[in-house]
């Protein structure tokens, strides 16, 4: 449980990974993929089921039940198949039937199956004997062709197809036998002419600058060919997921008016050997037949990863199928025009042999939009939107620090079906905040419970987050507090980060005593301490140990950097990379990570201490209202300091 969410702005990376949290469905296309294997249950199934059922729809009856209902003359006729009888009596009347739950009763019973004895697909000699007597219509029927195959041979045959099937993949399926393939990667391949416009991606101007030339290039070949000038044939885009980068690509195909075919990495990642390379190369075909033509692969780095560097499965259908990709971008002639566009947001895991020249040898970087960028972004997706009086867009701009375009877009979403659920026929600015709350906490958790010496603890706890930011000059500003338990967190403080590249120590250290004011709080007004604040801690951790590991702050590592690689770390990587430093190092590392700490904590200590009445006005002012603004505590501060501390410089907002 975490008694708060304090998303103030730690560093970039951390940021990016609380959004990247809260956003999951952001991390790319879902993949619906039809599996051989499912083909290969599906026809097992179907085997089963056939093989199961002696006679559709008809009742079983058993073999001395038969017998009777033959000795009473009721039987008009037989037709024996496969070991099993089909057989018609003279008129409907009540059998015996066997049924999974025993032998029951049936009435107006015409047609039944009986089961013969024994494994002899013939009838014995009496039972021939007597139908001969009493004349009966019998028929006997050779297991037909049909049924032969099917019931003996049919899994022989799944057998050698499969055989078959592994045997291709390991040739790593040359062309012609590799149906399978083959017809998927059509289907993948969306070859398509797309009305999307430069003017659709909001932003990204410098981008759009240097890709302007790709357009151009599509569009009148023969300009660059006649002058002998070699246009790239593969540009990586490259940024953090919802940016905008499939929305690019499109934009250059619409633009040039040239088809698009777009496939996703992750779909060439198949189960078997040799299928994704299969894909690749018909995919590109495709592409050349249709030239000049986009050919957009997303999430590059599923399969360009360095090569060597995964561990276990997967791994040669990977190389395979990046050196496919490989071989087909060097194929390409240099009046071919198909001009590969791939997508990835880890470029420093990729294979290098992904980024030499004559590959994907340009780069564009595809960033998190800024202030003036999100509100452009706003704007396109608020274009067919009918919006009430008071609507703020740069307001909203404001409060979406770190959003990428696919979060705004979402924004933008949330805030019409608000709108729509209390049937307004605008959207409102109240519709963009609830939007928000629930955007980026999760919805409102009503179920909880929570008793009044909890309500109380969270209160205060979050009361130390807010005071000590407000006390502090120069924290981010608070926007508001929250009691109301949503999602996985029981209480919040919300803030307005200033968007800044660079962090100061002293802007680092400040953001520690925010984050340990919640904990800090606890000690001092309830005398004792929670788990709540178990996020607080993994925090401000994270950010001590960044500030000792990589940013030289450290006592004992002044200006110097233990770690050379930032950044989450690849399973595979991480594992084949030596630890790098002694256990005398680590010693160190935690001695500095721990003074940091200690002297944060000691500080927010300090601040909740001096600012008693204050913790106490705003705990209230939470416990009554359960939501207050950040005005509320810089009002219940001031009423304490005085002049006595600096105020943060106040960004405006309305
Ligand atoms: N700059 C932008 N302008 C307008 N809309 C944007 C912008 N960036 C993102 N969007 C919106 O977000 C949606 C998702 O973006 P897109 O799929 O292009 O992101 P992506 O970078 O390819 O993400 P991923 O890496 O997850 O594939 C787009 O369809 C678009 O509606
Ligand atoms: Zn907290």
């Given at each position: 449980?975490?008694?708060?969410?304090?998303?103030?702005?730690y560093?970039?990376?951390?940021?990016?990974?609380?959004?990247?949290?809260?956003?999951?469905?952001?991390?790319?296309?879902?993949?619906?993929?039809?599996?051989?294997?499912?083909?290969?249950?599906?026809?097992?199934?179907?085997?089963?089921?056939?093989?199961?059922?002696?006679?559709?729809?008809?009742?079983?009856?058993?073999?001395?039940?038969?017998?009777?209902?033959?000795?009473q003359g009721?039987?008009?006729r037989?037709?024996?198949?496969?070991?099993?009888?089909?057989?018609?009596?003279?008129?409907?009347?009540?059998?015996?039937?066997?049924?999974?739950?025993?032998?029951?009763?049936?009435?107006?019973?015409?047609?039944?199956v009986?089961?013969?004895?024994?494994?002899?697909?013939?009838?014995?000699?009496?039972?021939?004997?007597?139908?001969?007597?009493?004349?009966?219509?019998?028929k006997?029927?050779?297991?037909?062709?049909?049924?032969?195959?099917?019931?003996?041979?049919?899994?022989?045959?799944?057998?050698?197809?499969?055989?078959?099937?592994?045997f291709?993949?390991?040739?790593g399926?040359?062309?012609?036998?590799m149906?399978?393939?083959?017809s998927?990667a059509?289907?993948?391949?969306?070859?398509?002419?797309?009305?999307?416009?430069?003017?659709?991606?909001?932003?990204?101007e410098?981008?759009?600058?240097?890709?302007?030339?790709?357009?151009?290039?599509?569009?009148?070949?023969?300009?660059?060919?006649?002058?002998?000038?070699?246009?790239?044939?593969?540009?990586?885009?490259?940024?953090?997921?919802?940016?905008?980068?499939?929305?690019?690509a499109?934009?250059?195909?619409?633009?040039?008016?040239?088809?698009?075919?777009?496939?996703?990495?992750?779909?060439?990642?198949e189960?078997?050997?040799?299928?994704?390379?299969?894909?690749?190369?018909?995919?590109?075909?495709?592409?050349?037949?249709?030239a000049?033509?986009?050919?957009?692969?997303?999430?590059?780095?599923?399969?360009?990863?360095?090569?060597?560097?995964?561990?276990?499965?997967?791994?040669?259908?990977?190389?395979?199928?990046?050196?496919?990709?490989?071989?087909?971008?060097d194929?390409?002639?240099?009046?071919?025009?198909?001009?590969?566009?791939?997508?990835?947001?880890?470029?420093?895991?990729?294979?290098?042999?992904?980024?030499?020249?004559?590959?994907?040898?340009?780069?564009?970087?595809?960033?998190?939009?800024?202030?003036k960028e999100?509100?452009?972004?706003?704007?396109?997706?608020?274009?067919?939107?009918?919006?009430?009086?008071g609507?703020?867009?740069?307001?909203?701009?404001?409060?979406?620090?770190?959003?990428?375009?696919?979060?705004?877009?979402?924004?933008?979403?949330?805030?019409?079906?608000?709108?729509?659920?209390?049937?307004?026929?605008?959207i409102?600015?109240?519709?963009?905040?609830?939007?928000?709350?629930?955007?980026?906490?999760?919805l409102?958790?009503?179920?909880?419970?929570?008793?009044?010496?909890?309500?109380?603890?969270?209160?205060?706890?979050?009361?130390?987050?807010?005071?000590?930011?407000?006390?502090i000059?120069?924290?981010?500003?608070?926007?508001?507090?929250?009691?109301?338990?949503?999602?996985?967190?029981?209480?919040a403080?919300?803030?307005?980060?200033?968007?800044?590249?660079?962090?100061?120590?002293?802007?680092?250290?400040?953001?520690?005593?925010?984050?340990?004011?919640?904990?800090?709080?606890?000690?001092?007004?309830?005398?004792?301490?929670?788990?709540?604040?178990?996020?607080?801690?993994?925090?401000?951790?994270n950010?001590?140990?960044?500030?000792?590991?990589?940013?030289g702050?450290?006592?004992?590592?002044?200006?110097?950097?233990?770690?050379?690689?930032?950044?989450?770390?690849?399973?595979?990587?991480?594992?084949?990379?030596?630890?790098?430093?002694?256990?005398?190092?680590?010693?160190?590392?935690?001695?500095?990570?721990?003074?940091?700490?200690?002297?944060?904590?000691?500080?927010?200590?300090?601040?909740?201490?001096?600012?008693?009445?204050?913790?106490?006005?705003?705990?209230?002012?939470l416990?009554?209202?359960?939501?207050?603004?950040?005005d509320?505590?810089?009002?219940?501060?001031?009423?304490?300091?005085?002049?006595?501390?600096?105020?943060?410089?106040?960004?405006?907002?309305?």
């Open positions: 449980m975490t008694l708060s969410l304090v998303h103030s702005s560093s970039a990376f951390v940021r990016s990974q609380v959004f990247f949290r809260l956003f999951p469905a952001f991390g790319g296309p879902l993949l619906k993929r039809l599996n051989p294997w499912i083909i290969v249950l599906l026809v097992l199934g179907l085997y089963l089921m056939l093989s199961n059922i002696p006679g559709s729809g008809r009742y079983t009856v058993n073999y001395n039940e038969f017998k009777d209902l033959l000795g009721q039987v008009e037989v037709v024996v198949a496969e070991g099993n009888a089909q057989v018609t009596l003279k008129a409907p009347r009540t059998v015996t039937v066997s049924t999974a739950q025993g032998d029951v009763e049936r009435e107006n019973v015409r047609d039944v009986v089961r013969l004895p024994g494994s002899a697909a013939t009838p014995d000699q009496s039972l021939l004997t007597e139908l001969e007597r009493q004349n009966v219509n019998f006997f029927n050779a297991p037909s062709q049909w049924g032969a195959i099917l019931f003996n041979f049919l899994p022989i045959l799944l057998l050698i197809g499969m055989m078959y099937f592994f291709m993949r390991a040739q399926g040359q062309s012609g036998v149906q399978f393939g083959q998927r059509k289907k993948y391949g969306k070859e398509n002419r797309v009305p999307t416009k430069f003017t659709d991606v909001a932003g990204h410098e981008a759009k600058r240097e890709l302007v030339e790709v357009v151009d290039f599509l569009k009148n070949p023969a300009k660059y060919h006649q002058i002998g000038a070699e246009i790239p044939k593969g540009v990586l885009l490259v940024g953090p997921p919802g940016t905008g980068k499939t929305l690019l499109r934009a250059i195909a619409g633009e040039a008016d040239v088809p698009f075919f777009s496939v996703s990495a992750s779909e060439f990642m189960m078997f050997v040799g299928v994704g390379a299969s894909r690749v190369r018909t995919l590109f075909e495709d592409a050349r037949k249709s000049p033509a986009i050919m957009f692969i997303d999430e590059i780095d599923s399969i360009g990863r360095k090569r060597g560097a995964g561990i276990g499965g997967g791994h040669d259908e990977r190389e395979q199928t990046l050196n496919q990709i490989l071989s087909e971008m194929g390409f002639d240099k009046t071919s025009s198909v001009i590969v566009l791939g997508a990835t947001n880890r470029p420093d895991v990729l294979d290098p042999a992904l980024l030499r020249p004559g590959r994907f040898d340009r780069q564009v970087t595809i960033d998190l939009p800024n202030l999100r509100e452009a972004i706003l704007k396109v997706h608020l274009r067919n939107k009918p919006l009430g009086e609507v703020d867009v740069p307001e909203i701009a404001k409060s979406t620090p770190y959003f990428s375009g696919a979060d705004l877009k979402n924004v933008t979403n949330e805030a019409a079906l608000e709108a729509a659920r209390l049937s307004k026929t605008k409102d600015m109240s519709d963009f905040y609830r939007a928000l709350d629930k955007i980026t906490l999760g409102e958790n009503g179920s909880l419970t929570i008793s009044d010496q909890e309500k109380k603890a969270i209160a205060y706890h979050e009361a130390g987050h807010a005071v000590t930011a407000a006390v000059p120069g924290s981010d500003k608070l926007q508001k507090v929250s009691i109301i338990p949503r999602g996985r967190a029981l209480g403080a919300f803030y307005l980060p200033e968007e800044q590249v660079l962090m100061s120590k002293e802007r680092l250290e400040n953001q520690l005593v925010v984050a340990l004011g919640g904990r800090a709080a606890e000690e001092v007004f309830m005398g004792n301490v929670t788990s709540g604040a178990a996020d607080d801690f993994r925090k401000a951790t950010i001590a140990r960044k500030m000792v590991l990589e940013w702050m450290g006592e004992n590592f002044k200006n110097m950097a233990l770690t050379t690689d930032s950044g989450p770390v690849f399973l595979g990587e991480d594992m084949a990379k030596p630890k790098m430093f002694s256990e005398h190092t680590s010693q160190l590392v935690d001695e500095d990570v721990k003074r940091i700490l200690n002297h944060a904590y000691d500080r927010a200590l300090t601040i909740v201490t001096e600012y008693k009445q204050a913790m106490h006005d705003v705990a209230e002012a416990l009554s209202q359960e939501l207050i603004t950040g509320v505590v810089r009002e219940a501060v001031a009423r304490v300091g005085g002049a006595a501390q600096p105020q943060p410089a106040p960004t405006p907002t309305t």
